[in-house]
């Protein structure tokens, strides 16, 4: 979507979160009704043109991680939604109870790919968690 209609979303008294999947789009200031309570527009990581806000509000980053596996060789592959993988970090920690440190070595492949190879410590114990965060913050 490159363009929002005026009045696209008019009388929608329940919409309270818009996540944009691409760059911001053009609008009209009465596209959207941000005035209801708690309205937020969201965005994809690496999304461009949402710099300083959209349509007088705020723009959170949102990153979903879209899937993860154990590839034949041992790597681990993560995908992303980010439209590029600037600032994104892999986290571990061996259970929910240590905290999460930075994996280092991991490489980017494509959009919003990552992978751990299986040299890496991280990958050496029997189990563990993994995040994937924004320095952002997300």
């Known amino acids: 979507v ?16 818009v996540r944009f999947t691409g760059n911001a ?3 009209f200031s009465t596209s959207f009704p941000t005035s209801n309570a708690g309205f937020v527009f969201k965005m994809r990581i690496g999304a461009t043109g949402f710099e300083s806000g ?15 596996k154990i590839d034949p060789t041992g790597n681990l592959l993560i ?4 439209l590029n993988t600037a600032g994104l970090k892999v986290m571990y920690a061996p259970n929910l109870s240590s905290p999460f440190t930075d994996v280092t070595g991991f490489t980017t492949q494509g959009a919003g790919g990552l992978t751990v190879p299986p040299a890496n410590s991280a990958l050496q114990g029997t189990s563990g968690f993994f995040r994937v965060v924004h320095d952002g913050g997300d």
């Open 2 to 17: 490159t363009s929002i209609g005026d009045y696209a979303f008019y009388g929608c008294s329940i919409l309270t979160t």
């Open 25 to 27: 789009p053009t609008a």
């Open 79 to 82: 995908e992303t939604d980010a």
């Open 54 to 68: 959209f349509q007088g509000k705020s723009v959170v980053p949102k990153l979903i991680i879209n899937s993860s």
